[in-house]
């Protein structure tokens, strides 16, 4: 996470964010939120630890009580540097002292509380020490929608990362495909995604012809052809929000086949997306583009969910897939990328990161679903 993100929020919207946390606990039925370093803590209070170690660091939200930060007395300088420090209030430890203790002496002996789910066990554990009366549940199982419903400024973060996706797209279908290995293509998005403001890339698949049947196929060193399909699939955080967008590629001129499946991607991908609404359920979306490729005949070779939250993170909250009953909301960002994968032969993915308006949805990806040839 960059400075840029701390100084696009002010201390005034950490606030409001850990108070609307905490409301959203109690209404849950939760006494509080115990939040470990991570994309929550980052996102509640713009605050990054200098790095994560055994040392405790605990922000506990409570509706009705003021929000407190837990940190070992050795990081309280940077913790105190943090856009929402002043929404704060930072209770330090030292060396030698039982920061469990301390902690335990915020919170309610016999509540249950949402934990972040990158929580340590070591800390879990010796606050259940602690208070034996206790009880947890993670942030994803009892708060799945914590951070799913983006605010206009969140949301201009998410299309600035989108437009960066986009435009390095735009520059990797210039560049030379066969002859090269997928790694060396894959650098190529590395170094584009942060030459367009990228300060973290989380993957950068290039998958070539028969490596294209892996939805999450790492780089290697296959030497690409002409005749490949090449499946690219590409993202990372941008001003600390995040980017995700797939399109598939063709090394010369496809066959007849190869084309026909990337329009049946392709339409089942258009119809996820017009599937997007408010009120409408995530499941939704997945049965709208699944049903797209499974009326062609290719049903058993979608192998994935059609999509996935975005924001502070590449792959959060909502998922949109079977069973997921989550009605979508504006401001809901999340990716719509089904995908058709012939065992040896070939794949095909396209992806858009897509928002929930008033009316029904917004891509944050523009490029070209067409198929695009390279060489």
Known sequence: MTGSTAASFTADDYRARMERAALTAAEAGLAGLLVAPGPDLVWLTGYTPPAVTERLTLLVLAAGQDPVLVVPALEAPDAHKAAGAPALTLRDWTDGKDPYAATAALLDASGRFGISDNAWALHLLALRQALPGSSYASLTEALPMLRAVKDAAELELMAAAGAAADATFDEIRNVPFAGRRESEVAADLDRRLRRHGHEQVDFTIVASGPNGANP???????????????????????????????????????????????DLVRAAQEAGFRAVRPGATCQDVDRAARAVIADAGYGEYFIHRTGHGIGVTTHEPPYMIEGELQPLVPGMCFSVEPGVYLPGRFGVRIEDIVTVTEDGGRRLNTTSRELVTVE
Not at 242 to 252: E, F, L, N, W
């Open 216 to 262: 999450h196929h790492e780089a290697g060193d296959r030497v690409i052809e002409r005749g490949d399909m090449v499946v690219l699939d590409f993202g990372g955080l941008k001003d600390g929000y995040g980017s995700d967008t797939s399109r598939t590629v063709h090394v010369g001129e496809p066959t007849d086949e190869e084309r026909s499946v990337h």
